[in-house]
């Protein structure tokens, strides 16, 4: 079964940088896109960062100019290199595969002082 796993979260003080990782368990990421989720408690899941297959990428407007998403497909993975960092920027950052609908576990992160 197919998986994916994210680490790199933490704790980092606002201003900060963390790079967050997503490893697939198998030879998934082809062309397809791959995205990036966030989650802050008691609020709805929503889209941080898109990279397609050709390396072609979209940002929310909330972390455009700060975040950064990359692909090695042969290594099966996908980062989000997140400068910045504002306390709102804080959730559980989740991975997915578009085209099969997989998501990650998550990793938390948390931006406070």
């Known amino acids: 079964q197919v998986q994916l796993v994210e680490s790199g979260g933490g ?4 201003g900060g940088s963390l790079r ?4 697939a368990s198998g030879s998934i990421f082809g062309p397809y896109n791959m995205y990036w989720y966030r989650q802050a408690p008691g609020k709805q899941r929503e ?15 909330s972390v455009k ?17 997140m400068d910045s960092l504002k306390p709102e920027d804080t959730a559980v950052y989740y991975c997915h595969h578009g085209a099969y609908n997989i998501w990650g576990r998550g990793t938390q992160v948390t931006v406070s002082s």
């Open 47 to 61: 889209f941080v960062a898109r990279i397609g297959g050709s390396g072609d990428t979209k940002f929310a407007d």
């Open 65 to 81: 100019g700060r975040f950064t998403i990359s692909r090695d497909n042969a290594k099966n993975t996908v980062h989000l290199q």
């Open 20 to 23: 967050l990782s997503c490893a």
């Open 11 to 14: 704790l980092v003080q606002p």
